[in-house]
């Protein structure tokens, strides 16, 4: 039901911003996390950043101090501005959303196709 489009992809030089967004399409009962994966060629999908419906965000060591993770009021939406990009920040970047079901227990996921990142000069 929940479909996510991720934008804002693209080729920056070292050093460089970029900002993604996330963009949910249909309703949802109400939005438990939001977050922001990356894969690299051969390596597997790791965690980029997450911010809660309660507005507490995490962020992966390798990007602290450097990417931003935020909602627009409905938490519909997710954004990731990344500063001071590096070579190794390369990546297809995927959002994710976590919706909690009210009433149950239920906390189904829903993924985006990605957008690429390339960092290079």
């Known amino acids: 039901q929940i479909q996510l489009l991720e934008t804002g992809g693209g080729q920056v030089q070292p050093g460089g911003s970029l900002r993604l967004a996330c963009v949910a399409s249909?309703?949802?009962?109400?939005?438990?996390?939001m977050a922001w994966f990356r894969q690299a060629p051969g390596k597997e999908r790791e965690f980029v950043a997450r911010?809660?419906?309660?507005?507490?965000?995490y962020y992966d060591d390798s990007v602290k101090g450097r990417f931003t993770i935020a909602t627009n009021n409905a938490k519909n939406e997710v954004y990731l501005q990344m500063n001071s990009l590096k070579f190794e920040d390369t990546a297809m970047y995927y959002c994710?959303?976590?919706?909690?079901?009210?009433?149950?227990?239920?906390?189904?996921?829903?993924w985006g196709q990605g957008t690429q990142v390339t960092v290079s000069s």
């Open positions: 911010i809660m419906g309660g507005g507490s965000t």
């Open positions: 249909g309703r949802t009962f109400n939005t438990y996390a």
């Open positions: 994710n959303l976590a919706e909690l079901v009210p009433g149950t227990s239920r906390r189904p996921e829903y």
